[in-house]
């Protein structure tokens, strides 16, 4: 693995992969730097979601490499949720899975607070709106507080109050030296972001 610059946490070098003989990225380079909010926007068909999948490890590029430095949550667009499981149970399981159960202060009810869910604590998943179950599933990325958070379609079933408590994360994490890698097919709050990029036909190129 590459040297990577000190405040780099996400480099992306070359990144070129096809379907059989459909291309659907075409040499892709960019990089997310410590403190900073990235967003790649982008419409279905364009290449987006096989760079996601690149990136988190899911997928193997035909050409390039991508290189990370910290800790990484990645937030998905389809629900990783337990139907059966209280969001209790969920933020306790995931706790146990990262290592941090016995903190002081918990991370885990730190995350009740700031995503409001003192109130369905107790509740399945099963019994939460959609709205809720997409705020859980962002709280489970964020519960380890990663150095680099990869969102896809954060915002999508979000009513407008958690919309809101999610930009002042992303501000917060971003004082706190933290960065987020925001993947969507639109931008409505702009100038929250450090870098925009358009991708289109597997091409990535600054908005």
């Not at 949550?73 to 990262?98: K, M, N, S, W």
Request: proline share 3%; charged share 20%; aromatic share 8%.
């Amino acid at each position: 693995m590459k040297e990577m610059m000190r405040d780099t946490l996400l480099q992306v070098r070359g990144v070129s992969h096809a379907y059989g003989k459909h291309r659907v990225l075409s040499d892709v380079t960019f990089g997310v730097h410590r403190g900073q909010v990235v967003g790649i926007i982008g419409e279905n068909g364009s290449g987006k979601s096989t760079l996601l999948k690149i990136i988190v490890g899911w997928l193997r590029p035909d050409r390039g490499e991508v290189v990370t430095e910290g800790r990484m949550g990645y937030c998905p667009q389809d629900l990783l949720l337990y139907e059966r499981l209280t969001v209790g149970e969920h933020i306790r399981l995931f706790a146990a899975a990262y290592g941090i159960n016995g903190k002081n202060p918990s991370p885990a009810e730190d995350l009740l607070g700031v995503f409001q869910f003192q109130q369905c604590e107790g509740k399945r998943v099963s019994e939460l709106s959609g709205g809720m179950q997409q705020r859980l599933n962002l709280s489970l990325a964020v519960l380890h507080s990663p150095h680099l958070l990869i969102l896809d379609e954060p915002c999508s079933g979000l009513d407008y109050g958690s919309y809101r408590r999610f930009w002042q994360y992303a501000q917060e994490a971003r004082e706190a030296g933290r960065s987020l890698l925001i993947v969507s097919h639109l931008a409505y709050e702009r100038s929250q972001f450090d870098v925009l990029y358009t991708i289109e036909d597997g091409s990535l190129q600054c908005a």
